[in-house]
């Protein structure tokens, strides 16, 4: 059975970072691309950075790029998201997000979207004076 966990959101004033961690298991977490992603009150989800399974690869949205950081420990089947320099439209649950099929793709234009078939349960960040 297929299980992510995320962890780590908080309320944090703006300007503060915060540290997400997802922990994966059911299935073998190395050989998948895996996003963070997250869904704002009254939104739809988005996705925010992205991560490949072997090479360190990454991709982020412009909204977040330089602030966010993705990276994975394939050891530990964990993924992690440090975030900088929060902002007020940085208020949402945030979600870890399996790709849709496993494989070696090196590249962004190669990767597999995220499968909302396999996500956890979402952990809020909420960024508020």
């Known amino acids: 059975e297929v299980e992510l966990v995320e962890s780590g959101g908080d309320l944090v004033q703006p300007g503060g970072s915060l540290r997400l961690s997802c922990s994966a298991s059911?299935?073998?977490?190395?050989?998948?691309?895996m996003y963070w992603a997250r869904q704002a009150s009254g939104k739809g989800l988005e996705w925010v950075a992205a991560?490949?399974?072997?090479?360190?690869?990454?991709q982020y949205v412009d909204s977040v790029k330089s602030r966010f950081t993705i990276s994975r420990d394939n050891a530990k089947a964990t993924m992690y998201l440090q975030m900088d320099n929060l902002k007020p439209e940085d208020t949402a649950v945030y979600y870890c997000?399996?790709?849709?099929?496993?494989?070696?793709?090196?590249?962004?234009?190669?990767?597999?979207?995220?499968?909302?078939?396999?996500w956890g349960q979402g952990t809020q960040v909420t960024v508020s004076s």
């Open positions: 997000i399996r790709a849709a099929r496993s494989g070696y793709d090196s590249s962004w234009t190669s990767a597999p979207r995220p499968d909302r078939n396999y």
């Open positions: 059911g299935f073998a977490f190395d050989t998948y691309w």
């Open positions: 991560i490949n399974n072997f090479d360190g690869t990454t």
